[in-house]
């Protein structure tokens, strides 16, 4: 397997532009997670689907985030419009019951 | 819900010699700890893991041991080499979806 696939590998984009992270979870996975990574916060949480429905957004910071996931081997995190503050990592993982995380590689994302 | 602590934030150690790094969790269902070694600009990966019945696990020059009365596991890792030097994060979950992260140690081996 592939492992977990992010794209891009890196974004940079101007304030106010809206950003698409993309991510395809392990074949069979059946939980997808949303994580995003600062140094002064660490690993947050932002959102996660069970069998691609989200089970618990309540890490999104704010209406400008948004994310889907319309089949099982396909999820989108968007943030729209961008701010400097959203600078960071995101991470998505996929895991089934009874393992754990596997993370993608990230996609560090540059608002300026 | 869950709350893990992670000590030492920061960790320096001669190469040979032993790093341990201490987590504690608050809510006593947690029964799977998972830790996590995150290199430079690379992705978190899984190193070593431990369930709520088992006490202690090896792999080779790493282990993992866990107090559930006292509610802390721990990493250990043995003959500490330049490689090694890392971020470790230490997570806990009882349902296997959530898992909460503790807040990550950076390991420094000196050779």
Redesign the interface.
């Known amino acids: 397997d592939a492992g977990v696939i992010q794209s891009p590998r890196h974004e940079v984009t101007e304030m106010g532009q809206e950003v698409t992270l993309r991510c395809k979870p392990i074949s069979g996975h059946d ?1 997808l997670f949303w994580y995003r990574q600062t140094m002064m916060r ?2 947050e ?1 932002l959102i ?1 689907f ?1 069998n691609n429905v989200p ?2 957004d309540s890490g999104m910071p704010e209406d400008r985030f948004s994310a889907k996931m319309p089949n099982a081997s396909f999820s989108t995190l968007k943030i729209q419009p961008s701010e400097p503050r959203d600078s960071a990592v995101y ?1 998505c993982a996929s ?1 089934t ?10 996609t560090r994302l540059t608002v300026v | 819900g869950e709350n893990v602590e992670q000590h030492p934030s920061t960790l320096s150690v001669q190469e040979g010699d032993s790093a341990v790094i201490k987590c504690t969790y608050s809510d006593s269902a947690s029964n ?1 700890f ?1 830790w ?1 070694k995150q290199e430079l600009g ?5 190193i070593i ?1 431990i369930r709520s019945n088992v006490g202690e696990k090896k792999d080779q020059r790493i282990a993992v041991t866990l107090n559930k009365t006292a509610k802390h596991f721990s990493l250990h890792i043995t003959e500490t080499q330049p490689e090694d030097s890392a971020v470790y ?1 230490c ?1 806990a979950t009882y349902n ?4 909460y ?1 503790g ?2 140690t950076k390991l420094n081996v000196k050779p």
């Open positions: 939980y660490g690993l949480l996660y069970n089970i618990d991470f895991t019951f009874n393992y754990g995380y596997t993370f993608g590689s990230g | 799977y998972p996590y690379k992705r978190p990966q899984l893991d994060f997570a296997f979806n959530k898992f992260f807040s990550g």
